[in-house]
């Protein structure tokens, strides 16, 4: 079972997460829960976007407004909004389909630890998924794959000896796990954890402070490559590792220590002071033909190694191992989110970007072109953003 220093550890950590969002520090152990009723009102700084994509899926926390999944038009109306209970938060609220129908989805975490949740048309909860093994659920990601499985994330409490490091002989560490899950029995199907495949001096992460757990992987996405295998993103490492879904064996890391590809940036883009294309970065999507974006924090709201935040477009040269920026969007206001974000590819091409920790969420053309750009209410912030159709009465 997970230890009760961990469980402690995870508690304390989401539930100060509010404020510190709104501060741009670190939001990267999971929003706050908070104890109000409404939803919070979305302004709508930059109108425009009006172009089938859909509604807007947020899972706002913070400030004195309630917490949970709510859709929002693009005008900024609210047109659902679902309350939980004081002390509970939700994260990665959006549509997927379960056995053929669409369905909306979300984590949710309270007091008695986390679960990934389903909703059917009708907003009646018909299935919960939950960790295998009897770890901690972590609240970055809740996916449902094109053949009714979950994959979820979690974390393994362990003890290494890190003396090389300049830490313990037996340090407390958090390993990253990515689980898949049969929905309907809850049955483990495939198991992926960071320090089996990982040295722990690929961190770039903080050491942390006495007693506690470091924190040294943190996980933060597991998505399907158009292949069907994993596509798993390490904050702390600041890589994004294809990993084969049937052995769990490496097949490329892209950024980090051991990068498989050399970095580049073709005219007009530039890498980040480390030489990197994305550092602290979140939600890797996978577009098809070796393209994929990625939202690139470049912040662990203490070092910056870019001036603002960004989305970022990478096309990977598999004969040759080069990884080329193509293409990148900055935070309009320019500012530099500590943490979370998406970067969302959308039905027509655009890129529907969440800025994590900072309050704003914004659409782009293939052009890189503003299109929109809206805000929650100070000290108020979302993980991830979607924009989506959701027609539920048709």
Request: glycine share 10%; aromatic share 10%; proline share 6%.
């Amino acid at each position: 079972m997970v230890s009760e220093v961990l469980v402690k550890f995870k508690l304390a950590a989401a539930l100060a997460t509010a404020a510190v969002c709104a501060a741009v520090v670190s939001c990267s152990s999971g929003p706050a829960a908070t104890a109000g009723t409404q939803a919070p009102p979305v302004t709508v700084l930059t109108k425009g976007a009006d172009n089938g994509n859909g509604d807007i899926f947020l899972a706002p926390s913070g400030g004195q407004y309630g917490t949970g999944p709510e859709i929002v038009s693009i005008t900024g109306k609210v047109l659902w909004f679902h309350r939980l209970p004081a002390g509970t938060f939700a994260t990665d609220f959006r549509t997927q389909t379960y056995l053929g129908k669409p369905v909306l989805t979300w984590f949710q975490e309270g007091s008695t630890g986390g679960e990934g949740v389903i909703y059917n048309a009708r907003y009646q909860q018909i299935a919960t998924v939950k960790p295998a093994n009897g770890y901690a659920a972590d609240f970055h990601e809740f996916l449902i794959t094109p053949w009714n499985t979950a994959l979820i994330l979690a974390d393994k409490p362990g003890t290494a000896n890190l003396t090389s490091l300049g830490l313990s002989a037996h340090q407390q560490v958090v390993d990253g796990v990515v689980q898949e899950i049969d929905i309907k029995t809850g049955k483990l199907l495939f198991q992926w954890v960071s320090s089996d495949h990982v040295p722990y001096s690929d961190s770039h992460a903080p050491m942390g402070q006495p007693g506690q757990p470091w924190d040294w992987f943190h996980i933060n996405a597991v998505h399907l490559d158009t292949d069907g295998n994993l596509l798993i993103s390490s904050r702390f490492t600041w890589t994004i590792y294809k990993v084969n879904l049937r052995t769990g064996a490496m097949m490329w890391q892209l950024g980090g220590k051991h990068s498989t590809f050399t970095l580049k940036a073709a005219p007009g883009q530039k890498l980040d002071r480390a030489g990197e294309i994305f550092a602290f970065q979140h939600d890797p999507e996978a577009l098809g033909g070796n393209v994929y974006t990625v939202f690139d924090d470049e912040s662990d709201g203490q070092s910056t190694l870019y001036s603002s935040s960004r989305a970022v477009t990478i096309r990977l040269d598999l004969a040759t191992d080069t990884a080329t920026l193509i293409r990148s969007v900055n935070q309009p206001e320019g500012l530099t989110a500590g943490a979370t974000g998406s970067a969302q590819p959308t039905k027509n091409g655009d890129l529907f970007v969440s800025w994590g920790g900072l309050s704003y969420f914004s659409e782009f053309s293939p052009s890189g072109k503003l299109l929109f750009n809206a805000k929650l209410p100070d000290g108020v912030a979302t993980y991830r953003a979607y924009r989506l159709p959701w027609n539920p009465g048709s």
